[in-house]
């Protein structure tokens, strides 16, 4: 009896068993030696949100990349991190982001960082900072890296940056690691390679000398703008060449010298200069004095493209009796003849002038500042230039906000970038139309027509920027199409002679905020 007790005891106890462990909590529970992964959801107070020190901050939307969600920002850039706390721990306790990780960022590396000299192209010396015992290229970090680097110094620090690598002083970035990976400054779609026609054309390297690089020709010839398309279009895309410097074309005079005129003549907008005042590849085969001063789009974009140069006044001008200096005003360095208008002429012209500031007329003339219109001058009133909304190549073209920095308003997108200019043209001539948006006073073409201006009220400060009398104004409390893109703070008050002519010529204005 009790054997048969103890044996069905034994049973009961085995079904027990098999029940409990048929459970699988039950069962984990008996397993002490591999007890189950535990979970912990993470709570605000385990993320570090940083400070409200970013541009965007307290915007009503998280602007830091590590947080994803409908709470968060359409454009994030890792500028950002850790500088929007409020909004994203508003979101996050709210439920509209996610906590993405520390690692979280908007850009991600595809391959491996080269390891060799030989993965890496170094590029050339073109750069203004080549040479000087430190690497300005920014793809490279490290203590042998300059401290402030520029995107248009991007592969033309080849020799430091190289010695600098080698020496284990600087190190490729996670984002640069060959040269496709390279951000082009200029879009290509925004460049005109031109056709094919030079001698040289099709022969795997770029022979205009618009480009460098080392892709380029060892040697470039003025004749070839413009008439090597293929090769150059294929290295610009393959990142062995970029655009060159404005310095690096031959250009007689500085843009801003130069009054273009109107687009009245009856070729203006057919893509080649018909002003007889400039010369090149870009000019049209047959010239007439009437065109002067009366084809400003096409000239211009040839003088910026460096297929014209600007030489000076021609045909009509030539003949041009400038008389004496028996004017009140002569000698004074401005032209105040009313016969003549540019930047080089007097903001206030009298019929009792007419031939009798012959010097500085003349002077004005051959700088390209004055431009003869004949007796009925002073009556005279040019055009002004249309504004120009560009095209839509920009990433953001046709998303219905408008994304070119050279307007203001409702419609425009809060976050602007140099690099958008002129590329979203389609939403920013609807919205301009709607009148949500406005075209902001310096790049309008009517102020740059009111020029010259009176600075005297401003202090401009020293020039002993490092950028300082590069014909561009370095000063970031200035804003307009003559002010540089990248711009430092170091360089406050020190750029005083680029500034300068800048805001008397009407391209540049001090910001609101300045």
């Avoid at 007329?361 to 055009?383: F, L």
């Avoid at 800048?502 to 609101?512: F, K």
Wanted: include cysteine; aromatic fraction near 6%; hydrophobic fraction near 30%.
């Amino acid at each position: 009896m009790k054997a048969m007790q103890t044996m069905l005891g034994s049973v009961a106890l085995s079904l027990v068993l098999a029940a409990t462990l048929a459970t699988p909590t039950l069962a984990q529970k008996l397993d002490n030696k591999n007890p189950p992964p535990t979970t912990t959801a993470t709570t605000s107070g385990d993320i570090d949100f940083g400070d409200d020190s970013g541009q965007w901050a307290n915007d009503g939307e998280c602007d830091d990349p590590r947080f994803t969600g409908t709470g968060s920002a359409s454009e994030l850039v890792d500028d950002d991190i850790l500088k929007d706390a409020t909004d994203c721990q508003a979101a996050y306790d709210a439920g509209t982001v996610t906590f993405e990780g520390e690692d979280a960022s908007t850009t991600t590396a595809t391959t491996t960082t080269p390891r060799t000299v030989d993965d890496i192209a170094f590029g050339d010396d073109s750069g203004e900072w080549a040479n000087d015992g430190e690497c300005d290229d920014p793809r490279f970090t490290g203590t042998g890296a300059a401290s402030e680097q520029l995107t248009e110094d991007v592969m033309k620090d080849a020799t430091d940056c190289q010695a600098a690598f080698e020496a284990g002083t600087v190190t490729l970035a996670e984002d640069s690691t060959s040269i496709g990976d390279v951000e082009i400054a200029t879009p290509i779609d925004a460049i005109n390679f031109g056709d094919d026609s030079s001698e040289w054309a099709k022969d795997e390297e770029c022979d205009d000398p618009r480009f460098t690089g080392p892709g380029a020709a060892a040697e470039q010839l003025d004749a070839d703008i413009e008439k090597d398309a293929t090769d150059c279009r294929a290295a610009y895309e393959a990142g062995t060449v970029t655009l060159a410097g404005e310095g690096d074309i031959p250009v007689t005079v500085t843009l801003p010298d130069i009054n273009f005129g109107d687009d009245s003549s009856e070729w203006a907008n057919d893509g080649e200069c018909d002003d007889p005042r400039f010369a090149g590849a870009g000019s049209a085969s047959e010239l007439l004095d009437a065109d002067i001063g009366k084809d400003a789009t096409d000239c211009q974009a040839a003088l910026n493209a460096g297929t014209v140069s600007f030489v000076g006044e021609g045909g009509a001008a030539a003949d041009v009796d400038y008389g004496d200096d028996t004017s009140e005003w002569a000698n004074d360095g401005e032209c105040d003849d009313p016969r003549f208008s540019g930047t080089g002429v007097a903001s206030e012209l009298l019929d009792g002038d007419i031939g009798h500031d012959a010097t500085d007329c003349q002077a004005a003339v051959e700088a390209g500042t004055a431009t003869y219109v004949g007796d009925s001058g002073a009556a005279t009133t040019t055009a002004v230039a249309e504004f120009d909304f560009g095209s839509d190549w920009s990433e953001w073209a046709n998303d219905g906000e408008c994304d070119d920095l050279r307007f203001t308003g409702e419609g425009v997108d809060k976050k602007l970038l140099s690099e958008d200019m002129y590329g979203d043209a389609t939403d920013c001539r609807e919205l301009e139309a709607a009148g949500k948006i406005s075209i902001r006073t310096v790049y309008s073409p009517e102020y740059a027509a009111g020029a010259p201006y009176d600075s005297s009220d401003i202090d401009f400060g020293d020039n002993t920027s490092d950028y300082a009398d590069d014909d561009q104004c370095d000063d970031p409390r200035f804003e307009g199409p003559g002010v540089a893109f990248t711009l430092l703070d170091s360089d406050l008050l020190h750029d005083s002679a680029d500034c300068k002519d800048a805001y008397e010529n009407g391209t540049a204005v001090l910001r609101e905020d300045a």
